[in-house]
T-cell receptor, first 115, second 116 residues
Framework: DTGVSQDPRHKITKRGQNVTFRCDPI?????LYWYRQTLGQGPEFLTY????????KSRLLSDRFSAERPKGSFSTLEIQRTEQGDSAMYLC?????????????FGSGTRLTVV | AQSVTQPDIHITVSEGASLELRCNYS??????LFWYVQSPGQGLQLLLK??????LVQGIKGFEAEFKRSQSSFNLRKPSVHWSDAAEYFC??????????????FGKGTLLTVNP
């Protein structure tokens, strides 16, 4: 499988717990993105990596959220002290970052439910 | 700031009928434009994209879209809809340059229902 992989597919957690999601991009893609999609909305940008460098974070990404991409390969998104408002689909995408390939490849997402 | 408006939240068409999904964008220059499709519980699949050149772009699954600068629109069309096209469709605009040429802004989506 050469697509973008996300794990887990579904996560149910109690409010106040910490959760971590993983994304494995397409191997040759140097850019990796995290988006969040709530019910009835389009995806919203959270953060972006070029190789291992995190180049931008949305104001949606509060201090409870942290993302890493060690060695420029897979990425993790951690949410600390989860709140019910964090319930959403978290989408990862990757791209080669050149114009003709501009158009991400998305993973299937991790659906988070905070109860 | 850039934005995308998809005026139709939900559209129902009969199988075999033609389809047009509307998308209007707000951006200061000629943008990068995209259409994505999302099946229930799944990620997004790229249908087509516009960067420059011919304003009518062809995509996968028989879809096409036309960029109209004067109307700030990028409507998606298909001449004959199949039941498998039932899904949610998202229009997106990307920054065309500068430091933010990697970020997409999505519309809220249009849910397509196909009747047999």
């Amino acid at each position: 499988d050469t697509g973008v992989s996300q794990d887990p597919r579904h996560k149910i957690t109690k409010r106040g717990q910490n959760v971590t999601f993983r994304c494995d991009p397409i191997s040759e893609h140097n850019r990796l993105y995290w988006y969040r999609q709530t019910l009835g909305q389009g995806p919203e940008f959270l953060t972006y990596f070029q190789n291992e460098a995190q180049l931008e974070k949305s104001r949606l990404l509060s201090d409870r959220f942290s993302a890493e991409r060690p060695k420029g390969s897979f990425s993790t998104l951690e949410i600390q002290r989860t709140e019910q408002g964090d319930s959403a689909m978290y989408l990862c995408a990757s791209s080669l970052g050149v114009t003709r390939n501009y158009g991400y490849t998305f993973g299937s997402g991790t659906r988070l439910t905070v109860v | 700031a850039q934005s995308v408006t998809q005026p139709d939240i939900h559209i129902t068409v009969s199988e075999g009928a033609s389809l047009e999904l509307r998308c209007n964008y707000s951006y200061g220059a000629t943008p990068y434009l995209f259409w994505y499709v999302q099946s229930p519980g799944q990620g997004l699949q790229l249908l087509l994209k516009y960067f420059s050149g011919d304003t009518l772009v062809q995509g996968i699954k028989g879809f096409e879209a036309e960029f109209k600068r004067s109307q700030s629109s990028f409507n998606l069309r298909k001449p004959s809809v199949h039941w498998s096209d039932a899904a949610e469709y998202f229009c997106a605009v990307g920054d065309r340059g500068g430091g933010s040429n990697y970020k997409l802004t999505f519309g809220k989506g249009t849910l397509l229902t196909v009747n047999p």
